[in-house]
């Protein structure tokens, strides 16, 4: 089912749609694109994905008829190595999202989930594609009643609010807040106009985690089920303007993490 068919070109975010029933990814369709010449703001979104991909080469489970599946292509006047906040303003749009059309409270786990009542609902995988394209890849659990036993911790909207969601609804005005943020940010260059809020719906804030290097996420397919064994807790505090995570150790020492480096996990 074409779930893009509402207005979503009056965006001023979006120039074109790209949809397709069935697709391996469609951030593997967007990579596609860019390299045919394809423009910023053009959308690519599926009903179903074969090979739906997550972050540090995971999988994401994309079932037909259930889900949103889209990769927003942009090309954006900002250097590569800022290309990470983007996921920050993807995860903001879609928190405010489900506030609005749900009264759901949407809790973000640094950088790239979100979650409703502790259960992972949407995943964020956002690809720099060099010199100056970048995809934001926007996977939800719309409609989903059930999951692969492999994913411990999986949510969806219908599952959360005991009804089956409208997916073009839910699109458009996730990309209108996101195209609204987007704007915000290419003036501002940074996140300190949205950090407090972010921190806000961190679902971690303040709160112990444990930081696991990068070697040991590979340990499992599942980020929820991976192993904390011999790491010492620390104190989430946040993001700053760069979108790097503050964490403070036992001694009051604070360091920044970036999401390239390290997956989270909280008590
Ligand atoms: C994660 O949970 O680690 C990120 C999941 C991102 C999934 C979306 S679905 C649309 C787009 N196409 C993909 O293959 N992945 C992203």
New binding site residues.
């Given amino acids: 089912m074409n779930y893009t068919d509402t207005a979503l070109t009056d965006i001023p975010l979006i120039r074109e749609v790209i949809f397709y029933e069935e697709t391996d ?4 369709r967007a990579k596609d694109l860019i390299r045919a010449g394809a423009e910023g703001g053009t959308l690519v979104a599926a009903d179903m ?1 074969t090979a ?4 540090l080469g ?1 999988s ?1 489970s ?1 079932p037909s008829g259930e889900g949103i ?3 927003l292509i942009l090309k954006p006047e900002l250097s590569p190595d800022r290309f990470s906040m983007l996921t920050i303003l993807a995860a903001m749009a879609i928190a405010r999202a489900f506030e609005a059309l749900y009264d759901l409270k949407a809790d973000i786990k640094w950088p ?2 979100i979650l409703v009542n502790n259960k992972k609902t949407v ?3 956002t690809e720099g594609v060099l010199p100056d394209h970048v995809i934001i ?3 939800i659990n719309v409609n989903n009643r059930e999951f692969p036993d492999s994913l411990v911790n999986a949510g969806s909207l219908l599952l959360e609010t005991g009804q089956p969601q409208d997916r073009g609804t839910l699109l458009y005005t996730v990309l209108s807040g996101f195209s609204e943020l987007y704007a915000r940010f290419l003036s501002s260059q940074d996140l300190s106009f949205i950090t407090e809020e972010y921190n806000r719906r961190l679902i971690h804030m303040d709160k112990e985690i444990f930081v696991i290097p990068f070697d040991r996420t590979m340990d499992s397919a599942d980020p929820y089920a991976l192993s904390t064994e011999g790491l010492s807790p620390v104190l989430c505090r946040g993001i700053e303007k760069s979108g790097a995570l503050m964490v403070e150790d036992t001694a009051g020492h604070i360091s920044f993490l970036n999401s390239g480096e390290v997956s989270v996990r909280f008590l």
């Fill in positions: 990814s469609t951030n593997a994905q739906g991909r997550g972050r995971r994401f994309s599946y889209m990769s790239n989930d995943g964020i995988l890849g926007i996977g």
